[in-house]
């Protein structure tokens, strides 16, 4: 399991504060470095962004003091900001073309830049632009600066399935599978990438198999909403709601109030489907104050109102990021979802296209 907690995360928080207040300026710059990965891994990016900002303040005022380079976290920023709808396009492609201009001021990054590219083209559905980055990125030399090779080799299987090539995917699968490849997320959310796939395939031991073992370790997890949504799509489409229902309920609460709203988008995708397979029935569900939904004399919700109520969710999502984004893709994917749910598909904002 991550060695990343919540609680461990607050209590970094805490010391950064004592660090300001009596100010230990250095202490409180090396403090922050390492606490960007603790509020990533924790499901907090947006303190991420604000740890960087100071980070890179400090820096730019006093480069003799701070003489770290920044060029891990600042990459970990240029890939994030897009998940917050409210930062414009313009900005985001400003960070990455800053991140750009400082790897290459030291020689380095290549891989990195090219990969960064290839997710923000997927991320805004631009066929021709992931086409190009995602060659550049797999043909580029590793370096210091690019991600492990677990995780890279995570986000090709991702990008495989999205395309609909499964059966070459789970080829590519198999160091996941025999345990060769981990890292601090890897494989617990790759398993997930492949159970709508392996059901696609006719594999479906397969995939019980894999949801066996990954579920009970995910569960403990906060931040890897993207793969709760993909074992909320496996297990709807096996028919099995009640299991479907326990993970909406775990999640829900959280995934309203969490800052990374591609994420929230994916799992509030993948719960249309649950409610909308469940027709007219009502549910014992412990469903979020926020909600606005209350149960009845019988302490049941009727799963209509829960539908209306995460549809209403994830388009309102979509339309904020296509607007931002300057395209479709996000209510493409709604469709898509709403057509021919967990069949082949070449281009998702549905659960499966990020990381």
Known sequence: MSGYTLAKTLAKEEKILEADTRGDVDGAFRLRKTFIYDTLFTGHPEKALVTFGWLRAKKKDDPTRFGDDLLWEQKLIAAQLWVFPHVPRAKIEAAIADFEAEAGAHAIGERSIAKIRFLWAKHRGDEAEMAKWFQKWLTTRRDWLSDC??????????????????ALGMEKAQPFLNGDLSCEEVPLRTLPLMLVPLLRLGRPDEAAALYKRNEPKLRRSRNLI???????????????????????????EFLLTTYDADERFSFFTAARLTMKRLGDERLRLKLPEASGIAAGEDGMVAAPEVYAWVDSIARNLATTFDERNGTDAYHRAIERGRRAPGGARRRGRDGASRT
């Open 149 to 166: 090779l677990a995780c890279d080799k995570d986000s090709e299987l991702e990008e495989l399935f999205d395309r609909g090539d499964d």
């Open 226 to 252: 993207r793969a709760f949504g993909r074992h909320l799509t496996y297990v709807t489409l096996l028919g099995n709601l009640k299991a479907a229902c326990a993970t909406f309920e775990r999640h829900a």
